[in-house]
């Protein structure tokens, strides 16, 4: 069974910094492509970044040069570093797996296939 925790949302202003985490449980983590996705209320969700087990990366236009996802494969731990918030940032945050190894997904083609629970990030203006 793979489980999927996040941590690391919260309260910052606009123009601040937060990292959010996900750690994963599992032996899929390190050969398995994974992803953050957010949802705002009343908007639909949508995928932020991706990344392939062997790093290669994703981004929505919306956080290009703002937002890092990396991996840490050792410490099954995804990670989210978001740099330069905006008010319209603020969302619950989550992080997903696909079931399928060694894929390379792009972000339209990746498919979030276990997820968790979700870490809230608001940005005040």
């Known amino acids: 069974q793979v489980q999927l925790v996040e941590s690391g949302g919260g309260l910052v202003q606009a123009g601040g910094s937060l990292r959010l985490s996900c750690a994963a449980s599992?032996?899929?983590?390190?050969?398995?492509?994974m992803g953050w996705y957010r949802q705002a209320p009343g908007k639909e969700r949508e995928v932020v970044a991706v990344?392939?087990?062997?790093?290669?990366?994703h981004y929505a236009d919306s956080v290009k040069g703002r937002f890092t996802i990396s991996r840490d494969n050792a410490k099954n731990t995804l990670y989210l570093q978001m740099n330069s918030l905006k008010p319209e940032d603020t969302a619950m945050y989550y992080c997903?797996?696909?079931?399928?190894?060694?894929?390379?997904?792009?972000?339209?083609?990746?498919?979030?296939?276990?997820w968790g629970q979700g870490t809230q990030v608001t940005v005040s203006s």
């Open positions: 997903a797996a696909n079931r399928n190894p060694f894929t390379i997904p792009t972000l339209t083609s990746f498919k979030g296939d276990y």
């Open positions: 599992g032996r899929l983590f390190s050969t398995n492509a």
């Open positions: 990344i392939s087990a062997g790093s290669r990366t």
